[in-house]
Structure formats: C-alpha cells, structure tokens
C-alpha cells in the first residue's frame, strides 16, 4: 500500500501523519537551534554535522508537509513542531552547559570575602572600583565555564546576597584560571557548605 492510498485512511491522515511530522519538525528544530548556537561559540565541526543531520530530517518533513497541503492536521503539525523544535533547542543548550560565561558582579558591600571565597574555588577574578547612581560600587569580573555558574552564584549569594549580576556568553577566552579536577571538586564543597 503506497502513501496516497494510506492517506484516504482517516486514523492515518488526521493521525500518524501528523505525529510524523510534528516529530521531525521536533528533532529538525532542536538541532537547527543548537547548530546556531554552536556556530556563534566557534564550535564549527559539531555545527556542521548538526546541520548535515538537520538538513536531512527537513527535506523529509518539508518534502511530507507540501504533498499533503490540503491537510490541515499535517500544515498545524508542521508549524507546532517548528515552535516546540525552537523551545526544545534552547533547553537542550542550557542543559549541555557549552562554553564559557563572563559574570560581572556589582556591590556596595565590602566584597573582599567574596574575592577570597572565589579565588579560593579557583575561579579567576577581576575586581574595580566604580561608582553606581547610589554611591561607590566594586565591580567583579570572572570569566568561567558555564557549567560552573550555579556554584560560583552559591558563593555570590552566600557572601554577598542581594549583589547585582549579570551573565553573558563568551565565545573565546585566551589563558586565565578555570576550575578543573581537584580545584572544580574544591569549588563544589565550597559551594555546596554555603547552601547549608
């Protein structure tokens, strides 16, 4: 039984065919948006075989999608997928924890504390004073990887609650210190004794 003849099935039309779609839209998506997502961190190998794969699953689905366009189930899955594959990509990127962030931290506390904890977790620090619209303010630069955010924001919470951050993508870092192997478990503990 060929395609045409299994689309004069309803159970098929208004049912599979549409879930078939909306998945491949899905997966298609997802991978579109990691692709671009990679290509702006400068990881071009994995971007391209990304966008080999996505290509492939879009002629497919796109290729389903013109045939049947008549079929308002397949158009609705079609463009359902394409949003849910846009939210799916961005999840999956955050989850995946790619690539380094720079975080600049802003307080009118004292943050020589907050100095000692994050250079004690061996995270790299650069700190200046600045002068903020209510008074004199110390500005905290650190460039880490992204997967290290959630403990290097425990030290910052513990130390200095309440302290204005901000948090944004690095696409290359030449030298400087970075946690790895024993310095990366250190921070860990730091991290996970200032939740308790």
């Known amino acids: 039984m060929n395609l045409d003849n299994l689309m004069t099935e309803t159970w098929f039309a208004y049912g599979l065919l549409p879930l078939l779609i ?6 298609d998506v997802s991978l579109d948006t990691l692709r671009v997502i990679y ?19 879009w002629i497919i689905a796109v290729g389903t999608a ?14 359902t997928g394409f949003a849910t594959g846009t939210y799916m990509g961005v999840l999956l990127e955050n989850r995946l924890s790619i690539g380094r962030v720079i975080v600049r931290i802003i307080t009118h506390l004292d943050s020589d504390s ?3 904890e994050l250079s004690a ?28 955010l959630p403990r290097l924001l425990a030290l910052v919470n ?31 503990e730091l991290a996970e004794s200032a939740g308790h």
Do not use: W
């Open 39 to 57: 290509i702006n961190k400068g990881i071009r190998l994995l971007a391209a075989c990304l966008g080999f794969i996505q290509v492939l699953i």
């Open 121 to 148: 977790a061996n995270f790299g620090t650069t700190s200046l004073p600045g002068e903020g619209s209510t008074g004199p303010v110390k500005v905290i630069f650190t460039v880490i990887d992204r997967a290290s």
């Open 114 to 116: 907050l100095v000692r």
């Open 66 to 79: 013109m045939k049947y366009l008549n079929n308002a189930a397949c158009l609705l899955a079609y463009a």
């Open 158 to 188: 513990q130390h200095q609650p309440g302290a204005f951050y901000t948090v944004e993508d690095v696409r290359t870092a030449h030298e400087g210190v970075f946690p790895t192997g024993r310095a990366s478990a250190k921070a860990a």
């Open 22 to 27: 909306f998945c491949a839209r899905i997966v």
